[in-house]
């Protein structure tokens, strides 16, 4: 065989891609075609409001101002609007800036099979490109929706053990594969183009998970939220300008999963799609804090109204953590992601807010540290272990004597307890109201509500716009 027989065979074999690449590939050219069943579009409503509450709310925090300062200085085209700048930007820049805001702090959602939060990549990524091509708003919740679907498979085909034994960060791989089917179908792209854009998405896949010890939640937010929707969005556009790339790049020797997989699943890439929608696997906070604390702060709740504790009543605090989980919030130095401090505030407060889980300068407050040395966090194998996962369990020890004690099997807001409508809209309009006013939180909320009504998603704008 001569050279160029060799050069010719080893293009069609490149042309030829994995079964794996070209299911995916299929699937997300047709997303936009083809109908969310209801309780799957409404509940990307919710997640759609969900993210756009954080966003907003992290506009003031160290991330999103960073992002902010971002998307000014890199500028572009007038596509899309960087909310935090208040300036219409270009796509990439546009979903930076939205993603480093929407991971500010610990407010967006999370996906336990996808070890990834998807909103906070997702969504961003999702509402430049829709606002680049005035895309209605049926098709950003299909693309939101797609954007889950294979941002969660992307993670699930690595059958990664636990995360302490991830080479790489979950967080960022899941984001990068779901910001990027989510762009390119909203650019247009067919299964080819598809294809293309998941070659650039294997490409852009990297992070480290070291980004637990970034106690200012900067690179944090980009790891999680900005380099996945920039990638996303970079990746569709540039398949969009006519960019080629490479055929069937998910399986195979090398591929996406050679490279990064721990025990290699292909067929997870694909299960399902079309049948089971990985949106509704997500969980919405009830709390705007890490999200292995939700369970010990639902458990506190109950007993505060169960029996009426104050501070007074406290002598000790036990709280049974997974242990594949608890480093991530124990005595960690930033308050949203702090146990002690949290369950501390909770029961000082009686509740907690977005505004007090932020409060930096009461990790210094006298009555806080106090309530802190009585709180003791015990590791659990078995709550690793319990289904379903983030389990907690709260003991409390009365100055009388008395031992309470709540476990949280389902934490609110996760898929077997999930949250409803108004619990997502009052949650919504505690971290709107400060930042737009009662009545402008209002109007997005019910917008939103009604989102696939919208013709054009750049109508959207005015109700993002912050005001002086």
């Not at 089917?181 to 294997?202: F, P």
């Not at 398949?239 to 025990?263: C, K, M, N, R």
């Not at 696997?281 to 604390?293: D, M, Q, R, Y």
């Amino acid at each position: 065989m001569s050279i160029v027989d060799n050069l010719q065979s080893d293009k069609k074999e490149a042309m030829m891609p994995c079964p794996e690449t070209k299911a995916v590939a299929a699937y997300a050219a047709q997303a936009l075609q083809t109908a969310l069943p209801k309780e799957v579009e409404h509940k990307t409503k919710l997640h759609l409001l969900d993210t756009l509450a954080a966003i907003l709310s992290g506009t003031h925090l160290k991330a999103g101002r960073a992002g902010a300062a971002m998307a000014r200085r890199l500028g572009g085209p007038p596509e899309a609007l960087a909310i935090a700048a208040g300036l219409l930007v270009g796509a990439p820049q546009a979903a930076l800036a939205n993603a480093m805001a929407a991971h500010a702090d610990e407010t967006d959602d999370s996906h336990v099979g996808g070890r990834f939060h998807p909103g906070c990549a997702i969504v961003p990524a999702a509402l430049a490109m829709a606002e680049a091509g005035g895309r209605s708003g049926t098709d950003l919740l299909r693309a939101m929706a797609l954007g889950y679907d294979i941002g969660a498979r992307a993670v699930m085909a690595l059958g990664i053990r636990s995360a302490d034994t991830a080479r790489f960060s979950t967080h960022s791989i899941g984001s990068n594969f779901g910001a990027t089917v989510a762009a390119a179908a909203l650019a247009g792209l067919d299964a080819r183009g598809h294809a293309h854009a998941l070659s650039y998405a294997v490409q852009q896949t990297s992070g480290v998970p070291y980004w637990r010890r970034d106690a200012d939640h900067v690179e944090k937010a980009f790891d999680f939220a900005g380099m996945g929707a920039r990638n996303g969005v970079m990746a569709a556009i540039m398949v969009q300008e006519g960019w080629s790339a490479v055929d069937g790049v998910l399986t195979g020797a090398p591929s996406y999963l050679s490279a990064f997989a721990e025990t290699p699943r292909p067929e997870e890439l694909s299960a399902g799609l079309g049948e089971r929608f990985e949106i509704m696997e997500a969980a919405i906070k009830k709390w705007c804090v890490g999200s292995p604390i939700q369970a010990a702060l639902d458990s506190l709740s109950a007993l505060i109204a169960g029996h009426a504790l104050t501070p007074e009543t406290l002598a000790r605090m036990d709280v049974h953590m997974p242990d594949d989980r608890l480093h991530i919030v124990d005595d960690r130095a930033m308050p949203d992601v702090c146990l002690q401090h949290l369950l501390a505030v909770a029961l000082l407060d009686g509740g907690l807010s977005f505004a007090s889980a932020h409060d930096h300068a009461r990790m210094h407050d006298p009555a806080i540290l106090s309530l802190r040395r009585k709180i003791f966090a015990i590791p659990s194998k078995a709550l690793t272990e319990a289904r379903p996962p983030r389990q907690a369990i709260v003991e409390i020890t009365t100055t009388d004597g008395k031992v309470l004690r709540h476990h949280t099997r389902a934490v609110l807001g996760t898929p077997a307890n999930p949250m409803t409508e108004a619990q997502v809209c009052a949650k919504a309009r505690d971290l709107l109201d400060p930042v737009l006013g009662a009545a402008h939180a209002q109007g997005l909320i019910e917008a939103i509500l009604r989102i696939d009504e919208v013709a054009d998603i750049r109508d959207l704008r005015p109700l993002l716009v912050i005001g002086d």
